[in-house]
């Protein structure tokens, strides 16, 4: 299967696009380096990778690109962690939109032309940010209440532009939702401002490595956003790629959308203190609240037994082998002045 997958150098595509690669699938990607700058990967050389930089609101690129790919993988956007949702309110909107529409018009017209099968959305957990709802099944962004943030409001979009171009021209798709994604090879990024955690400048946008970070330069007592008690579901990026790259490759993912996530729920205080231990041992875990953002949903818990029912689908990986993993990437980046 030959794919496009847009956003290809960001955080999850740094899992996925290898995945994709060993399951024996031919990928084109597509990125403008807008986020972290300019990254090398390890699959760059890849024989059936070819990596094309440009931007992802170009349609005649979109369409040159996408025309003989059997799917399309819709992953370019802004993102970040919650200061972003602060920051970069109105662009996150604006500039996700264009990227969709974009995408979704490139789609259509390959789909139209009898070449492209299917184009998969990876949306987001936020869609559920005002869920009332736990564990909130797929289908619950439809009853809930909607997004407060405007990130969340635009995912929720992402989805509708599923549903219209079906509706209208039959672009049959697949909406992945993936939750707290944990990994390795997130940076600064560009446009990052300075937003400060105690004596740390936040550098990244997820909480675990931002927890470690922290711990790994001395941080004492640590400064957590809240009062910990925010419930998330931390994902490997590993477990997301291979969950993405099932629904891809199942005719049952058609026109069904998907939480893909771990079952298992920790709090913030939860995972600051196994940070702390792992690093720092038997030292006593002493912690400060900082001011939550805003848009700091305090419960985040999916319903994932439809991935599993219809996909086979399972993240297994543990909350401790990531940081296994994440932990010593931290530490090396800090000594080499990356982060």
Not at 58 to 64: G, M, Q, S
Not at 190 to 199: L, Y
Not at 233 to 240: A, E, P, S, V
Not at 329 to 336: F, G, Q, S, T, Y
């Given at each position: 299967m030959r794919l496009l997958v847009t956003g290809a150098a960001?955080?999850?595509a740094g899992y996925l696009v290898p995945e994709l690669l060993e399951a024996g699938h031919e990928v084109i990607g597509l990125d403008n380096f807008s986020k972290y700058g300019r990254l090398a990967k390890s699959y760059d050389r890849h024989p059936r990778y070819r990596l094309v930089e440009g931007d992802a609101k170009?349609?005649?690129?979109?369409?040159?690109l996408v025309s003989g790919c059997d799917q399309v993988v819709a992953a370019a956007a802004m993102i970040g962690g919650i200061s972003y949702f602060h920051e970069f309110a109105y662009d996150l909107l604006a500039e996700n939109e264009r990227i969709l529409a974009s995408t979704f018009d490139a789609a259509i017209g390959a789909h139209r032309a009898g070449t492209l099968a299917r184009i998969v959305v990876l949306s987001s957990s936020m869609v559920y940010e005002s869920a009332t709802v736990f564990p909130t099944p797929e289908g619950a962004q439809l009853t809930s209440p909607p997004p407060v943030s405007t990130y969340g409001f635009q995912k929720l979009m992402s989805e509708y532009f599923a549903k219209g171009a079906w509706e209208q021209y039959r672009l049959p798709y697949t909406i992945?939702?993936?939750?707290?994604?944990?990994?390795?090879?997130?940076?600064?990024a560009?446009?990052?401002?300075?937003?400060?955690?105690?004596?740390v400048r936040l550098a990244l946008s997820h909480v675990v490595p931002d927890l470690v970070l922290k711990v790994l330069t001395g941080q004492d007592p640590l400064h957590i956003l809240g009062d910990g008690s925010q419930v998330r579901?931390?994902?490997?990026?590993?477990?997301?790629a291979r969950g993405i790259r099932l629904a891809i490759e199942s005719d049952?993912?058609?026109?069904?959308?998907?939480?893909?996530?771990?079952?298992?729920?920790?709090?913030?205080?939860?995972?600051?203190?196994?940070?702390?231990?792992?690093?720092?041992?038997?030292?006593?875990?002493?912690?400060v609240s900082d001011p939550p953002f805003e848009h700091d949903v305090q419960r985040r818990v999916p319903d994932v037994r439809k991935a599993k029912a219809v996909l086979g689908f399972e993240a297994t990986t543990t909350l401790d082998a990531m940081l296994d993993e994440v932990?010593?990437?931290?530490?090396?980046?800090?000594?080499?002045?990356r982060i």
């Open positions: 960001g955080f999850i170009d349609v005649a690129l979109l369409e040159e992945l939702r993936p939750f707290n994604c944990v990994g390795i090879g997130e940076r600064r560009v446009r990052d401002t300075a937003v400060m955690s105690g004596n579901h931390y994902t490997y990026g590993g477990d997301l049952a993912a058609v026109n069904e959308d998907f939480n893909l996530s771990t079952a298992q729920s920790t709090t913030v205080l939860e995972l600051a203190e196994l940070i702390w231990r792992r690093i720092n041992g038997d030292r006593p875990f002493r912690w932990i010593p990437w931290i530490r090396a980046e800090l000594a080499a002045g």
